[in-house]
Nanobody
Framework: QVQLVESGGGLVQAGGSLNLSCAAS????????MGWFRQAPGLNRDFVAVINSGGDDTYYADSVKGRFTISRDNTNKKVYLRMNSLKPEDTAVYYCAATPKLSYRIPDFGSWGQGTQVTVSS
Protein backbone atom coordinates (compact mmCIF):
# COMPACT_ATOMS: atom_id res chain seq x y z
CA GLN A 1 0.00 0.00 0.00
CA VAL A 2 1.14 3.54 -0.83
CA GLN A 3 0.45 6.59 1.33
CA LEU A 4 0.29 9.92 -0.52
CA VAL A 5 0.40 13.58 0.54
CA GLU A 6 -0.12 16.42 -1.95
CA SER A 7 1.20 19.95 -1.62
CA GLY A 8 1.71 23.07 -3.73
CA GLY A 9 -1.83 24.22 -4.38
CA GLY A 10 -2.79 27.86 -4.16
CA LEU A 11 -4.19 30.89 -5.93
CA VAL A 12 -2.79 31.91 -9.31
CA GLN A 13 -3.88 34.27 -12.08
CA ALA A 14 -5.04 32.98 -15.45
CA GLY A 15 -2.05 32.35 -17.68
CA GLY A 16 0.20 31.63 -14.74
CA SER A 17 1.95 28.46 -13.61
CA LEU A 18 1.92 26.25 -10.55
CA ASN A 19 3.79 23.13 -9.41
CA LEU A 20 2.06 20.39 -7.44
CA SER A 21 4.00 17.76 -5.51
CA CYS A 22 3.01 14.38 -4.11
CA ALA A 23 5.13 12.68 -1.47
CA ALA A 24 4.75 8.91 -1.27
CA SER A 25 5.68 6.26 1.24
CA UNK A 26 5.78 2.51 0.77
CA UNK A 27 8.28 0.06 -0.64
CA UNK A 28 6.26 -0.57 -3.81
CA UNK A 29 6.17 3.07 -5.00
CA UNK A 30 8.63 2.52 -7.85
CA UNK A 31 6.38 -0.25 -9.22
CA UNK A 32 3.21 1.87 -9.23
CA UNK A 33 1.59 3.91 -11.94
CA MET A 34 0.96 7.42 -10.59
CA GLY A 35 -1.83 9.75 -11.62
CA TRP A 36 -3.27 13.18 -11.03
CA PHE A 37 -7.03 13.78 -10.91
CA ARG A 38 -9.14 16.82 -10.15
CA GLN A 39 -12.62 17.61 -8.89
CA ALA A 40 -14.51 20.91 -9.00
CA PRO A 41 -17.50 21.57 -6.70
CA GLY A 42 -20.60 19.72 -7.87
CA LEU A 43 -18.71 17.82 -10.58
CA ASN A 44 -17.25 14.34 -10.93
CA ARG A 45 -13.61 13.60 -10.31
CA ASP A 46 -11.78 13.73 -13.65
CA PHE A 47 -8.58 12.25 -14.98
CA VAL A 48 -5.75 14.73 -15.58
CA ALA A 49 -2.47 12.89 -16.19
CA VAL A 50 -0.74 9.56 -15.55
CA ILE A 51 2.85 8.31 -15.60
CA ASN A 52 4.05 4.72 -15.63
CA SER A 53 6.31 3.19 -13.00
CA GLY A 54 9.50 3.79 -14.95
CA GLY A 55 8.61 7.38 -15.80
CA ASP A 56 9.09 6.84 -19.53
CA ASP A 57 5.43 6.88 -20.59
CA THR A 58 2.76 9.51 -19.92
CA TYR A 59 -0.83 10.19 -20.92
CA TYR A 60 -2.89 13.37 -20.53
CA ALA A 61 -6.49 14.45 -20.69
CA ASP A 62 -7.19 16.48 -23.82
CA SER A 63 -8.12 19.47 -21.67
CA VAL A 64 -4.59 19.75 -20.26
CA LYS A 65 -2.44 18.33 -23.05
CA GLY A 66 0.35 20.71 -23.97
CA ARG A 67 -0.08 22.73 -20.76
CA PHE A 68 0.53 20.23 -17.94
CA THR A 69 3.51 17.92 -17.40
CA ILE A 70 3.60 14.94 -15.05
CA SER A 71 6.94 13.62 -13.79
CA ARG A 72 8.29 11.41 -11.02
CA ASP A 73 11.39 10.86 -8.91
CA ASN A 74 11.47 7.26 -7.77
CA THR A 75 14.59 7.75 -5.66
CA ASN A 76 12.82 10.32 -3.49
CA LYS A 77 9.34 8.84 -3.96
CA LYS A 78 7.82 11.98 -5.44
CA VAL A 79 5.47 12.72 -8.30
CA TYR A 80 4.93 16.19 -9.73
CA LEU A 81 2.46 18.07 -11.87
CA ARG A 82 3.72 21.19 -13.61
CA MET A 83 0.78 23.34 -14.71
CA ASN A 84 1.35 26.10 -17.25
CA SER A 85 -1.02 28.50 -19.01
CA LEU A 86 -3.62 27.98 -16.31
CA LYS A 87 -7.27 28.74 -17.03
CA PRO A 88 -10.15 29.46 -14.64
CA GLU A 89 -11.68 26.10 -15.63
CA ASP A 90 -8.60 24.40 -14.13
CA THR A 91 -9.87 25.43 -10.69
CA ALA A 92 -10.40 22.27 -8.64
CA VAL A 93 -9.09 20.12 -5.84
CA TYR A 94 -6.20 18.10 -7.28
CA TYR A 95 -5.55 14.56 -6.07
CA CYS A 96 -2.52 12.32 -6.41
CA ALA A 97 -3.25 8.60 -6.76
CA ALA A 98 -1.44 5.28 -7.21
CA THR A 99 -2.23 1.93 -8.82
CA PRO A 100 -0.21 -1.22 -9.54
CA LYS A 101 -1.88 -1.33 -12.97
CA LEU A 102 -1.00 0.55 -16.13
CA SER A 103 -4.22 2.56 -16.17
CA TYR A 104 -5.79 6.01 -16.12
CA ARG A 105 -9.20 4.80 -14.87
CA ILE A 106 -10.33 6.07 -11.47
CA PRO A 107 -11.62 2.65 -10.29
CA ASP A 108 -8.13 1.19 -10.76
CA PHE A 109 -6.54 3.65 -8.34
CA GLY A 110 -6.68 2.41 -4.77
CA SER A 111 -4.39 4.88 -2.99
CA TRP A 112 -5.30 8.58 -2.84
CA GLY A 113 -3.91 11.69 -1.24
CA GLN A 114 -5.99 14.23 0.67
CA GLY A 115 -6.08 16.73 -2.20
CA THR A 116 -4.78 20.25 -2.66
CA GLN A 117 -6.83 23.24 -3.81
CA VAL A 118 -5.88 25.04 -7.02
CA THR A 119 -7.74 28.27 -7.76
CA VAL A 120 -7.20 30.17 -11.01
CA SER A 121 -8.53 33.73 -11.08
CA SER A 122 -9.45 35.80 -14.14
Amino acid sequence: QVQLVESGGGLVQAGGSLNLSCAASGRAFSSYTMGWFRQAPGLNRDFVAVINSGGDDTYYADSVKGRFTISRDNTNKKVYLRMNSLKPEDTAVYYCAATPKLSYRIPDFGSWGQGTQVTVSS
